[in-house]
């Protein structure tokens, strides 16, 4: 459970919520979340994504307890975007796509700490993605605030089709 001061994981054998919180000099900093506003998940048998309002992206991988900090870097263009996190996908190919306020979509290829940005440029309706959902293996729909919703094809990195409020579903 995500919640404004951290990530609850629900134990049943003791029916009770073990609690992890942000670094906060007392432990090691690799085995905690930089951040306790946590605005999204991700889970997946393997790991946890966890999308922060203001320290980029947590990956916590199970069972044992290891986590990976990705936050913005303004010398480090290869670095996920500025802007809290709202959205997370893992596709079938292991990409994690990261969706952020006025930040645009972050796609991550598996084993790799590089983040590649598509914003408005490359035709988001949006720079404010705040949902992402597959629609084929190649198109990722994207829900976006005030520009409506983005077919994004994944192969060409940009948006293939917008649909708002002037151009409605026919």
Request: net charge negative; with cysteine; aromatic share 8%.
């Amino acid at each position: 459970v995500s919640t404004l001061k951290g990530l609850n994981f629900y134990d049943p054998h003791t029916d009770d919520f073990d609690i992890i919180t942000q670094y906060n000099g007392t432990e090691e900093e690799h085995q905690t979340i930089n951040s306790d506003f946590i605005n999204c998940i991700y889970c997946d048998d393997r790991m946890i994504w966890l999308g922060t309002e203001s320290c980029g992206v947590n990956k916590i991988i199970k069972p044992a307890i290891s986590v990976k900090n990705y936050v913005s870097n303004n010398n480090n263009p290869k670095s996920i975007s500025q802007g809290p996190v709202n959205s997370i996908y893992l596709d079938n190919d292991n990409v994690l796509w990261v969706g952020t306020v006025e930040g645009g979509l972050n796609r991550k290829e598996p084993n790799s700490n590089i983040f590649k940005t598509y914003t408005t440029r490359d035709g988001i309706a949006h720079n404010s993605v705040s949902c992402i959902l597959p629609v084929d293996n190649n198109t990722l729909m994207l829900g976006t605030w005030g520009g409506g919703i983005s077919f994004f094809d994944k192969k060409a990195g940009r948006a293939i089709k917008n649909i708002n409020v002037e151009n409605e579903l026919t």
